[in-house]
């Protein structure tokens, strides 16, 4: 627990008066990270891509889609509770009845009808709501098993299992179970951008980066910087012109 005191301590001190700045070196902790990272990616190799790949052959995919929905129905609580952390509240009014819809019509979110009914799928967490009152998310960390975080999506998860039916409601070998197969279910949803992946220059700097932009997206809701988008260095002259 010493490295979340740490991380929490950080995320203090990093306080500022709107959404964070990207760190000049988000990832201090490469070379610690690259050897998790390594171990991850070994253990993923015989045991998490295995599995995924068996459940996607024996499960149609109609099912695998009923049971994406169940679980992601299960922590959607995070989301709602997290809009109206953030002051969203006609869109934490709009999830909750995303929620109610599908938990009831839906047969405990195994089907979308909310979707249908036009209550499009958001999402917030704990990590985010720290970032918008001005946490600062602190550097990115290859946490084992779990993967890529940074510290302060880290402390968010392990708040979001405080509200998640996935964590406060079965116990014992079905809360085992349910866990297991939302390992595997997130894994099996990943299958598809393996290959882009691993045929990249360096692995771990593509998963690094690709996941430091996502979340950059969702803390700004998409609304990033145009000087981001177009750094002021891309249109400078050649000063050789």
């Not at 889609?65 to 509770?81: A, E, H, K, M, S």
């Not at 009014?93 to 929620?99: E, P, Q």
């Not at 179970?177 to 992946?197: G, H, M, T």
């Not at 690709?210 to 002259?237: H, M, S, T, V, W």
């Amino acid at each position: 627990m010493t490295w979340l005191v740490l991380g929490a301590t950080m995320l203090v001190g990093c306080a500022t008066s709107g959404p964070p700045r990207e760190e000049a070196n988000p990832d201090p902790l490469e070379p610690m990270n690259r050897a998790v990272y390594r171990f991850n990616d070994v253990a993923d190799r015989y045991v998490g891509k295995p599995v995924a790949r068996g459940y996607e052959k024996v499960t149609p995919a109609v099912v695998r889609q009923g049971i994406g929905n169940f679980l992601d129905n299960l922590r959607y609580p995070i989301t709602i509770v997290n809009d109206l952390l953030q002051g969203k509240l006609r869109q934490g009014g709009a999830d909750l009845a995303r929620f109610a819809i599908n938990t009831t019509v839906g047969i405990f979110g195994v089907f979308d009808p909310a979707t249908a009914a036009g209550l499009r799928e958001n999402d917030e967490d704990f990590g985010q709501t720290l970032a918008v009152w001005g946490l600062g998310e602190g550097p990115y960390l290859m946490i084992p098993i779990f993967g890529p975080y940074t510290v302060g999506s880290a402390i968010g998860d392990l708040a979001g299992t405080q509200v998640s039916v996935l964590t406060q409601g079965p116990e014992g070998r079905a809360a085992i179970a349910l866990w297991a197969l939302y390992l595997v279910d997130k894994r099996q949803r990943l299958l598809d951008v393996d290959d882009e992946i691993q045929s990249s220059f360096d692995p771990y700097l593509f998963i690094r980066d690709a996941y430091l932009q996502n979340r950059r997206y969702k803390i700004l809701d998409g609304n990033i910087p145009e000087e981001d988008l177009y750094p002021e260095e891309d249109f400078e002259d050649d000063p050789e012109s």
